[in-house]
């Protein structure tokens, strides 16, 4: 292979969706479709890619949903899933939430605790697939941005199960995802991400969840995208 080959293969010369395509086809291939997380922060923190959905800040459609909603975190728990570098979190934190912040990959939280030094956020490792026994309807808020469309549709239907079940009652469930038409065939996307449908967007409210409110807004920086933000509530 020669240099200029090598260079071109390299993750931090792709553009960063290309590439993180490349890892999370890579792991699919080898029968671990979570794995090409860890191998996406681990290059980032090496400086060899690019996380694509690291914004340097909350979600703009998370935090225009605070500053209409105005929630008051005193003396109630928040979860974050796939926690990322942190800056989702930190927001949650801010309003007075004790806050767990979870991703499956060990550097991302290690990125997340060397980027907030001091954060009142509880960075941890875990698997949404699989999460701690005690965290079952334990939350009073739980946020999900953009984690379970980033695993293939076949897991899909169990990660959005595993979020709705750590709600508890009287607690409130924020989705924020891609959207996706419900005419579009699942194999016709080729993820990641694998934006969500309408009926994949109700498949949260299960049981006593219920959806209180969904808009769908133009891409912060596509507007030719668009973003699901779902709230639902627990009776």
């Keep these: 292979m020669t240099d200029q080959h090598a260079a071109d293969l390299d993750p931090a010369n792709q553009d960063p969706d290309v590439a993180s395509r490349h890892l999370a086809h890579k792991a699919l291939e080898a029968n671990d479709p979570t794995g090409w997380f860890e191998e996406l922060y681990s290059a980032a923190?090496?400086?060899?890619?690019v996380v694509p959905w690291d914004r340097g800040m909350a979600h703009p459609l998370l935090a225009d949903w605070i500053s209409t909603a105005q929630p008051d975190?005193?003396?109630?728990?928040?979860?974050?899933?796939?926690?990322?570098?942190?800056?989702?979190?930190?927001?949650?934190?801010?309003?007075?939430?004790?806050?767990i912040a979870f991703d499956i990959s060990p550097t991302a939280v290690e990125a997340a605790q060397q980027a907030h030094p001091g954060s009142k956020a509880h960075y941890q490792v875990a698997d949404l697939l699989n999460p701690p026994a005690d965290w079952h309807r334990a939350f009073d808020l739980v946020i999900e941005i953009f984690t379970v469309q980033a695993l293939p549709i076949a897991l899909q239907p169990t990660a959005t199960?595993?979020?709705?079940?750590q709600v508890r009652a009287g607690g409130t469930l924020i989705v924020i995802a891609a959207a996706r038409e419900d005419n579009v065939p699942d194999?016709?996307?080729e993820g990641p991400p694998w934006p969500l449908t309408r009926a994949a967007i109700d498949a949260f409210a299960k049981d006593d969840l219920r959806l209180i409110q969904l808009d769908q807004a133009p891409s912060p920086s596509d507007p030719t995208h668009y973003r699901w933000r779902a709230e639902y509530l627990r009776d």
Excluded: C, F, P, S
């Excluded at 923190?45 to 890619?49: F, I, Q, S, T, V």
């Excluded at 975190?73 to 806050?99: C, H």
């Excluded at 199960?161 to 079940?165: G, I």
């Design 45 to 49: 923190a090496d400086g060899r890619a």
């Design 73 to 99: 975190g005193t003396g109630k728990r928040a979860l974050i899933v796939g926690a990322g570098t942190g800056w989702d979190a930190e927001l949650i934190a801010d309003l007075g939430y004790d806050t």
């Design 161 to 165: 199960r595993q979020v709705a079940e």
């Design 187 to 189: 194999d016709a996307v």
